[in-house]
C-alpha cells in the first residue's frame, strides 16, 4: 500500500499517454498509417471516446467500495446488494457500443463489398465479404475460351474463412478452413494473379487489430491513473479489464506496463536519485555532442 506521498508522486508521474491528442508518438504513429493508405473507422476524437467509454464502464462495473471488499473493508449497510459486475457482462458492454467501436473491437475484415448471413453456430449476421482478384494478363493466353480471366471470392469477415468462390482456378485446391491469408500464401506461389485486392483487406485487417490494441492498452492505463480512485484500486480495475477482454475477445493485451508503474519506487529519495541519474545523462550527452563537432571540424 502507498503512502499518501508515494501516491502523490505516482499521478505526477503520469506521462498522460491515453490523451491521444497529447501524445505525440502515438499521434506520429497514426499519421503514418493513414499516410500509408489507411483508413480508419474512426478518426482521433472518436478513438478517445471509446477510451473514456470503457474507462467509465470499468469504473461502475467494479466501484471503489466494492473492491475495497477485496481488501477486507466491510461495508454493513450494504452487504445485501448484489455486485453489478455479475449483469455488467461483456455482451452489455458490447450491445452498447456504437458500430464503429464494434468493428474496430471485433477486428472484422473490411473489403467495402459485401453483405451479411446468418451464422447458426454464432446466432448472429455476419459479414460475408467479397473481394476480386484475376489472372495477370500474360498468363490468360492459350487458356480455353470459356475460362475466365476473373475471379471472386465470398468469405466469412469475422473469421477470414473463405465460404465460396466464383470461378476459382483450377490450379487451386480448396483446403478445409481455408483463409484468405492462406489464400494469398498459396496463390503467391503460383506468380499468376494480381492480388492486390486480397492484400490490401488483409493489410486493413492487420492495421485494425494494431490500433484495437494500442487503444485498449490506453484504456488500461487511464483506468490505472484515474482520478476517480487510488493508486491499488486503479491497477485491480485495469487488471480485470485486461483479463476479461483478452478472454472474452481472444486477444493478447499485455499486463506488463501497468505491472512495472505499480511497482515502482515512489519515494521522494527514489525521484530524487532518478533526477540525478537524468542529470548525468543528460551532461554526458552533452559532452558526446561536443566531442562530435570537435571531430566534424576537424
Known amino acids: 500500500m502507498m503512502t499518501i506521498r508515494e501516491a502523490e508522486n505516482f499521478y505526477k508521474s503520469d506521462n498522460f499517454k491515453y490523451n491521444l491528442k497529447k501524445n505525440p508518438r502515438f499521434l506520429e504513429w497514426y499519421k503514418e498509417l493513414k499516410d500509408n493508405g489507411y483508413i480508419s473507422y474512426m478518426n482521433i476524437n472518436s478513438l478517445q471516446e471509446f477510451i473514456d467509454k470503457l474507462v467509465i464502464w470499468y469504473e461502475i462495473k467494479y466501484p471503489e ?28 458492454l458490447v450491445f452498447r457500443l456504437d458500430n ?6 471485433n477486428g472484422v475484415y473490411r473489403t467495402g463489398c459485401g453483405g451479411f448471413r446468418y451464422n447458426k453456430d454464432k446466432g448472429r449476421y455476419v459479414p460475408n465479404l467479397y473481394i476480386k482478384f484475376r489472372r495477370l494478363e500474360n498468363e490468360s493466353e492459350g487458356y480455353p475460351l470459356f475460362y475466365k480471366n476473373e475471379y471472386g471470392l465470398h468469405f466469412d469477415g469475422d473469421t477470414g474463412k473463405i465460404t465460396s468462390f466464383d470461378n476459382m482456378p ?7 478452413d481455408m483463409t484468405i491469408e492462406r489464400l494469398l500464401a498459396v496463390l503467391s506461389k503460383m506468380d499468376k494473379f494480381d492480388l492486390t485486392n486480397i492484400r490490401k483487406c488483409i493489410k486493413l485487417h492487420e492495421t485494425d487489430e494494431k490500433l484495437r490494441d494500442v487503444i485498449l492498452q490506453y484504456a488500461a492505463l487511464k483506468m490505472l491513473y484515474s ?3 487510488i ?22 493485451l499485455n499486463d506488463k506496463e501497468i505491472d512495472y ?5 515512489y519515494s521522494d529519495d527514489s525521484l530524487k536519485s532518478k533526477k540525478l541519474d537524468d542529470n548525468k545523462l543528460n551532461s554526458l550527452v552533452k559532452e558526446q555532442k561536443v566531442m562530435l563537432k570537435r571531430l566534424n571540424n576537424r
Do not use: W
Not at 480495475?237 to 472474452?248: M, V
Not at 508503474?261 to 519506487?265: G, P, S
Open 170 to 176: 483450377c490450379e487451386l485446391i480448396l483446403e478445409d
Open 100 to 105: 464503429n467501436e464494434n468493428c474496430l473491437l
Open 65 to 92: 467500495r466494492e473492491l475495497d471488499k477485496e481488501d477486507g473493508v466491510n461495508y454493513s449497510d450494504f452487504r445485501d446488494l448484489k455486485e453489478l459486475s455479475q449483469f455488467m457482462t461483456m455482451e452489455q
Open 231 to 252: 493508486p491499488t484500486h486503479g491497477y485491480k480495475r485495469a487488471k480485470k479489464f485486461i483479463l476479461e477482454f483478452n478472454n472474452y475477445f481472444n486477444l493478447n
Open 227 to 229: 482520478e476517480n480512485t
Open 261 to 265: 508503474l505499480i511497482n515502482k519506487d
